[in-house]
């Protein structure tokens, strides 16, 4: 059985969180603020992956990570960038750290790397390819049913 370090990791970090919060702290940007505990969370996930050698929970606390600093930038910056896109990018980042760290699954990471990058870049990639409104507009309502069709492939076929 792994070590459970996560509960003592979050504990620390929420106290901190709410002790940080009483002392008068300036800083330049909202920092006790939801997005704030999502990195908390995503931090005490990532410790209790590499501490414990617990290494699929990489996936999600990067995810929370990278979440967490996305939307702080967002909130920010008003930067407007596709979330969808975002957590994409995210999850296929943990994918790559899983499989660097047990030398296999290399297919996931770059799957969701290239859906990602589709997601976040498609419209200057429609410009690129110099497509029609009317061809845009066939991708745009075929790409939910390509993302089923490959889900349902990796499920039957690419389990490992």
Do not use: C
Request: glycine share 6%; no cysteine; proline share 4%.
């Amino acid at each position: 059985m792994k070590k459970q370090i996560f509960p003592s990791i979050f504990l620390v970090g929420i106290g901190l969180y709410f002790f940080l919060q009483k002392l008068p702290i300036e800083v330049g940007f909202q920092l006790f603020t939801w997005p704030t505990i999502l990195l908390i969370i995503g931090l005490a996930l990532l410790i209790q992956a590499y501490l414990a050698n617990d290494f699929p929970i990489i996936i999600p606390g990067i995810l929370f990570v990278g979440l967490g600093i996305h939307f702080h930038l967002v909130q920010q910056w008003e930067i407007q960038l596709d979330h969808v896109g975002v957590t994409l990018l995210f999850i296929a980042l943990g994918f790559f750290l899983i499989a660097k760290k047990i030398k296999s699954g290399k297919f996931y990471s770059w799957l969701f790397l290239f859906l990602a990058v589709i997601q976040l870049f498609h419209t200057n990639l429609f410009s690129w390819l110099k497509l029609s409104t009317e061809e845009v507009r066939k991708f745009e309502s075929i790409w939910p049913i390509a993302l089923m069709i490959i889900g349902v492939y990796v499920f039957i076929f690419k389990r490992k």
